[in-house]
């Protein structure tokens, strides 16, 4: 019997979900990125392993695919949940495994916060974390956490007991792409932020891009959006030296990959800025970080915490104030 390409790729997952004790799963493109370095860093990068993309967006998934196929060229056998089963469906069939009591050996995990994801490690005798975004701090905040049998696999400069944690240095990535690019000091790279697109404070951003393109009047600034921005907003806002662009892959391997470097690159309390100021290490680029005043805009608690959690890491990566 002949069974069409999405039939059997519905069986070949069917046959690896219930019968593999080992998951990796991954939900952006960041956790893509950081999955290679975590087999490149275990000497497993070209084992055969598949990895299972959870529910994310179109934007994410675009990317991760783009990245797999064009940037990497290591072609991970990835499959995308949603290019399968419906949630409803794979909830169901999630639920029948559940009553196998079987345990997971391990699970490689890139959010631990995304509820499917958090499933599967509840499922598992072990863990390894590998979200380099504030995930992973909060992670480490967290002193319940102690008791869980993971592995942090992280880019920040954490040390704290009771932690097992191992040091990422996108040491593949790194090696990967060559940077044998001329700066162009009339040239800043602004990272976009989510940060400003709650309806009490979406306003405000204005004056800040306003304010920083004024202090920057002499160079031209490419700004590169947060997948959630309405880039309509910023367009209207009008500034003559800014530029919208918008890239089919994560601003570090953008960066690494361009054919020149700016002047500096700037953001707003991006976890970007971190991994980039480790990247660029060894290349005088500056990184900023436009530290305005939290206390002027309304923030809810978690936010706040969120940011307060980050700025130790900002300030130990030696990233500099804005204003």
């Known amino acids: 019997m002949k069974f069409n390409p999405q039939v059997k790729k519905k069986i070949k997952f069917l046959i690896h979900f219930f019968l593999s004790r080992n998951f990796y799963l991954i939900n952006s493109p960041l956790q893509y990125i950081n999955l290679v370095e975590f087999l490149n860093h275990k000497d497993q990068l070209f084992e055969k392993k598949i990895i299972l993309v959870g529910y994310t967006s179109l934007y994410a998934k675009n990317q991760i695919k783009n990245l797999n196929s064009n940037i990497y060229f290591v072609n991970l056998n990835l499959f995308y949940l949603d290019e399968i089963f419906s949630v409803k469906i794979f909830h169901f069939i999630f639920g029948i495994q559940k009553t196998l009591k079987r345990k997971y050996l391990s699970v490689l995990c890139g959010d631990f916060k995304y509820y499917l994801f958090k499933e599967f490690c509840k499922k598992s005798s072990a863990v390894d974390l590998i979200d380099d975004g504030y995930s992973s701090i909060s992670f480490i905040n967290n002193d319940n956490n102690k008791m869980l049998n993971y592995k942090l696999f992280t880019v920040f400069d954490i040390a704290k007991n009771g932690f097992k944690i191992e040091r990422n240095s996108h040491y593949y990535l790194k ?6 690019k001329k700066k162009d000091n009339d040239l800043i790279f602004l990272l976009g932020t989510g940060i400003f697109q709650h309806e009490r404070r979406v306003n405000e951003f204005e ?28 367009k209207n806002i009008g500034i003559k030296n800014l530029e919208i662009q918008k890239t089919n892959e994560p601003i570090e391997t953008f960066v690494l990959r361009h054919e020149v470097l700016p002047h500096f690159i700037a953001g707003f309390y991006s976890a970007a800025l971190y991994n980039l100021r ?8 500056e990184i900023i970080n436009i530290n305005f005043a939290l206390s002027k805009f309304y923030f809810e608690k978690h936010e706040e915490d969120m940011i307060n959690d980050f700025l130790p890491y900002i300030k130990s990566a030696e990233i500099k104030d804005f204003y």
């Open 175 to 180: 090696n990967m792409i060559s940077i044998k």
């Open 207 to 234: 004056s800040l891009l306003k304010n920083f393109s004024e202090k920057n009047i002499d160079k031209k600034i490419i700004y590169f959006p947060h997948r959630s921005e309405n880039i309509n907003f910023i």
């Open 278 to 285: 480790k990247l660029l290490s060894d290349y005088d680029i």
